[in-house]
């Protein structure tokens, strides 16, 4: 029985890694000929920041069960310490691809940092409640990346909360941080192949988690906290656990989507609570907890706006018709039941069936 669960999981992991590298290998076959335009070129790096968020979040909503709407508050911190790294190390590091691979890891661990101190006190709430503050972390970042003016020259480093001239910089100095203007000059290093391994990466990181014995302790606490509790499970421990994990992914996000502009600027419409919002409705509408749908929702939110640009004015409402749709379809019971009707596996069934009757 256990060699035939592991077996099935096996399978519907290697069809989620295959999707994401045939995804990657139509793509690159369709630039080489010629047949994507400037726009969806541009949008290929941004659609592997949304995939590795959506998964990231799924992390903690599906498996955790933990509702959390700070997520844009990690990928900022993972964006700007990041993107700092890489311009004070442009002319230390000239090699742009042991400079961008120490610039992830950066990323990473600043998310993580903050995914942990957050998590102490934020993760003793439920609900509502941890939502809310999540949700506070989120501006909280946003706002203090706004007022911060950091620069360099050959004395050090200099900050300021007021304003670049109270840095005193000297002639040759460098301003870093321009308080809401943020960051310029940013390497451009991101591209869609490594957003693409990034992504398998993610996927890799956060599938093993959840077959391990330790995500079956994080869905043991999702499903029953009290009983989970008291067969001996550490509740603090795992919910921790799980959450840094996210939100550190989520800061690989910000260093990917830092590396694709050449000016960071820590906007509402960036790193703001509708960001946070837009990535819970990837893993809604993926399904909560269902790895794949996340992928494949990410993917068509995204593009679908950008599909329907010729409408104008009716996109937005053709968008919100096809969000609303979806839901329906995947959550009601009349959806589920329909999908279970008439799913590939019941009519080859079926098929099958009627083969052995005749």
Known sequence: MKKKVWSKNTKSNLITYGIVIGAWLVVEIMMRAGMLSSLLKGLL????????????????????????????????VGA??????????????PVSG???????????????LFGFLVGIPVLRLKGDYLAIVTLAFGEIIKNVVNVVFLGRDSRGFHVSTKDAFALNLEADGEMIINGPQGVTGTPNDSTFFIGVVLILITLFIVINLVNSRTGRAIMAIRDNRIAAESVGINITKYKLLAFTVSA????????????????????????GYNMSIMILVFVVLGGIGNIRGSIIASVVLTLLPEMLRSLNDYRMLIYAIVLIATMIFT?????????????????????KQTKEAE
């Open 45 to 76: 790096v941004p659609l592997c920041m949304y995939v590795i968020l959506a998964v990231s979040l799924n992390l903690t909503v599906g498996i955790l069960g933990e509702l959390s709407l700070g997520h844009a508050g990690f990928m900022c």
């Open 98 to 112: 042991l400079r961008f691979f120490l610039a992830i890891l950066t990323g990473a661990l600043f998310a993580a």
């Open 80 to 93: 700007f310490s990041s993107a700092v790294f890489s311009k004070c190390m442009v002319q230390a590091i």
């Open 331 to 351: 959550s009601s019971p009349g959806g589920q039941a329909f999908r279970e009707r008439y799913s590939l596996k019941q009519l080859l069934g079926q098929k």
């Open 248 to 271: 550190s992914l989520a800061g690989v996000a910000g260093v990917l989507y830092a590396h694709n502009l050449s000016t960071l600027a820590a906007q509402p419409k960036n790193f």
